[in-house]
């Protein structure tokens, strides 16, 4: 087959940070293009900017793999990646038939694909699903690794009142949540830098003398809440009439998508694969000696690090002292971290970390808390930590307690005295993390994943024929 990836971010850019999407993007393509006889290609958007051009173009890029993926930028978007950077103005979404208008070309000039796979709708709009009008005979396939298409700034989650958006109120609660999204000049001024080889500091004044051309990709009005609920209203839409299969990273994720207006017929949950799961390892504990919780990731109020930081702040004081803390977090914020765990008998900060480091990083672990406060689709530090043989208590929200069907290794998200309840059980009892090992999802290798999307990609050859038949 001939199949067309789409990400925001290039599988192997170093600049900029892509997250769990990212790593699975790159994974996916090392391993199609080094174990099976796909033509594989590659279209990334809305991070690269040229002021000395007013057009949208296409354009060739390189990557690690040489010719064996052909990649390509999108460069000159309407629409800045990631999403957040134009969450505030949806009608930049709605309006955009640009970025379709540059894939159709794209597809035109490259011929052939059999699949069109988008891993997520930042940098263009839902309306490349239009493609299929010009295009019935390719499978067009979207991977659910976040929420855009009803939350436009991506995680589905109240910043304002730090809750899940269940109900956002026919859009009024956009309004607050956009109150709370930052720009700076700076971070555009970043995309127009990549456009320039030049050294620091060149880089940089380059970018300045041209950032009054480049700041039309700068969406300026605010929308009112009928814009967001037309956005949410539009894009399920758009999903329902044209795509061909809806993958949700979770069978949460799925549920939402369900719950929101996505037909449950074209909504399939199929976990990720990934390399860790290649070589998993499996810790016993048998007694609560060293005992030592970690949390991987960054100190964000949606992953809950400041949740679970006040939580352990309130742990009974004779069992925190038996218990040490490693908090693997760039920028982490040490002065809270020293006052809240003054009562842990050691507290170990470790500025990040490379996928490199990590089995060493984890091997004194006995337990990994991820302790999220929004519908984190699946979240890859859990599947990290699993592979690396260390037990996860997790959050109720998003696909991380799927990994596991024992209660005891889920609390109810954002409830502090369950969390306690949980994490107490495991100090004063280590033999119950065992009990993980029995009750633990498999994780997927890449493998068995490409092998499942072999038989999306080529089943149901008709489906695609049939997407135009319904009604928006």
């Given amino acids: 087959m001939k199949i067309l990836f789409y990400n925001w971010l290039q599988f192997d850019d170093v600049k900029v940070f892509g997250g769990g999407v990212n790593i699975y993007q790159k994974n996916l393509i090392d391993y199609l293009i080094n174990h099976t006889s796909h033509e594989i290609y590659f279209l990334s958007g809305g991070l690269k900017y040229n002021p000395f051009r007013d057009d949208a173009y296409i354009e060739k890029t390189t990557n690690i793999f040489g010719d064996k993926c052909h990649s390509f930028v999108m460069v ?4 800045l990646a990631p999403a957040l950077y134009v969450a505030y103005n949806p009608e930049t979404f709605l309006d955009d038939n640009i970025t379709l208008n540059l894939f159709e070309k794209f597809v035109e000039e490259q011929g052939g694909f059999d699949v069109i796979h988008l891993n997520n ?3 263009i709009s839902i309306n490349v699903l239009k493609l299929k009008e010009k295009f019935p005979e390719i499978k067009i396939v979207y991977s659910m690794h976040n929420y855009v298409p009803i939350c436009p700034a991506v995680q589905y989650f109240q910043d304002f009142s730090q809750k899940i958006c269940n109900d956002f109120h026919d859009g ?6 956009i109150k709370n999204v930052k720009f ?6 970043v995309r127009i830098r990549d456009c320039f080889n030049a050294p620091y500091p060149f880089n940089k004044l380059f970018a300045m003398f041209f950032w009054g051309k480049a700041k039309k990709f700068v969406p300026e009005k605010a929308s009112d809440s009928e814009v967001f609920a037309k956005y949410r209203k539009y894009n399920i839409n758009m999903l329902n009439k044209y795509a061909d299969l809806v993958l949700a990273v979770s069978e949460r994720v799925r549920q939402i998508a369900i719950n929101n207006g996505i037909d449950e017929k074209i909504v399939k949950t199929s976990y990720i694969g990934t390399k860790f799961a290649e070589n998993t390892e499996r810790k016993y504990k048998t007694d609560n000696s060293d005992f030592q919780i970690v949390y991987l990731g960054y100190p964000r109020k949606d992953k809950g690090f400041y949740f679970m930081i006040e939580a352990l702040s309130k742990l009974d004081k004779n069992i925190a002292s038996s218990v040490s803390v490693k908090l693997a977090v760039p920028n982490c914020p040490r002065e809270l971290v020293n006052d809240k765990l003054k009562n842990f008998k050691k507290v170990t900060v470790i500025n990040g970390y ?3 480091e990590l089995r060493g990083l984890l091997s004194d672990v006995d337990l990994g808390l991820v302790p999220v406060l929004w519908e984190d689709n699946l979240p890859q530090v859990a599947i990290e930590m699993i592979a690396s043989g260390v037990p996860v208590l997790s959050s109720s929200f998003g696909g991380a307690s799927e990994l596991c069907d024992s209660e005891l290794f889920k609390y109810r998200g954002g409830d ?6 949980k994490l107490s059980a495991f100090i004063k009892a280590p033999e119950l993390l065992n009990k993980y090992w029995s009750h633990n999802k498999k994780l997927v290798t890449m493998a068995e994943h490409v092998k499942e999307l072999e038989t999306l ?3 149901r050859a008709s489906q695609s024929m049939e997407v135009l038949s319904r009604s928006v």
């Fill in 76 to 79: 000159n978007s309407p629409l």
């Fill in 121 to 123: 709708i930042e940098g």
């Fill in 172 to 177: 009024k609660d956009c309004l607050q949540c």
């Fill in 184 to 189: 700076k000049t700076r971070d555009y001024l």
């Fill in 354 to 356: 490379k996928h490199s």
């Fill in 416 to 421: 502090v005295q369950d969390f306690l309840d």
């Fill in 457 to 459: 990609y080529s089943s």
